[in-house]
């Protein structure tokens, strides 16, 4: 079975502009959920999709936002992309909301200069 | 307010030496726990979980863990470090019924041949 995976893998970008990541789960996982990590935060959650509704959020500004499709697949939008936005975002997915074992895709390093 | 905190920023040990990566959290009620591993450039691997039962938990590589409610604790262990056991090792916690996982700063091993 596939993994978790997420596209782009890298991505630069310039500050004030957005940018939208992917992220396709394990097939027949229905939960995805997305993490920042830099060095100097560590991994901090953003949110959490199920059933294409957002069921939880991290203490992120509004400038972080996602989404979920019928099929599971998520997409993460930051929009007037900070330089501190320069991270490794991270998508994991569940099989449902009562199995808590997330597994996490490669990642999506994102530059802002 | 929970909080994962993993006291070793960085551990050294041989190849053959035992193993232990320390985590205490910070919660009212006993949470979900979890292992991952992350590669350079890598995203999580999932280690190993605990979520009731048994306080010694078998994982993948060789590695377990065990819980200690009286001491908040779930500290990962292996008898016997190989050299690609090189990498940072986060623990984290899941408050029972979210995904919103709680991440530990992580702890980055080194493994000397």
Known sequence: KAGVTQTPRYLIKTRGQQVTLSCSPISGHRSVSWYQQTPGQGLQFLFEYFSETQRNKGNFPGRFSGRQFSNSRSEMNVSTLELGDSALYLCASSLSQGAYEQYFGPGTRLTVT | ?113
Not at chain 2, 21 to 37: D, I, K, M, Q
Not at chain 2, 47 to 65: C, H, M, N, P, R
Not at chain 2, 76 to 94: G, M, Q, T
């Open chain 2, 1 to 113: 307010a929970q909080s994962v905190t993993q006291p070793d920023i960085h551990i050294t040990v041989s190849e053959g030496a035992s193993l232990e990566l320390r985590c205490n959290y910070s919660y009212g009620a006993t949470p979900y726990l979890f292992w991952y591993v992350q590669s350079p450039g890598q995203g999580l691997q999932l280690l190993l979980k605990y979520f009731s039962g048994d306080t010694l938990v078998q994982g993948i590589k060789g590695f377990e863990a065990e819980f200690k409610r009286s001491q908040s604790s779930f500290n990962l262990r292996k008898p016997s470090v190989h050299w690609s056991d090189a990498a940072e090792y986060f623990c984290a916690v899941a408050p029972s019924g979210t995904y919103k996982y709680i991440f530990g700063t992580g702890t980055r091993l080194k493994v000397l041949a």
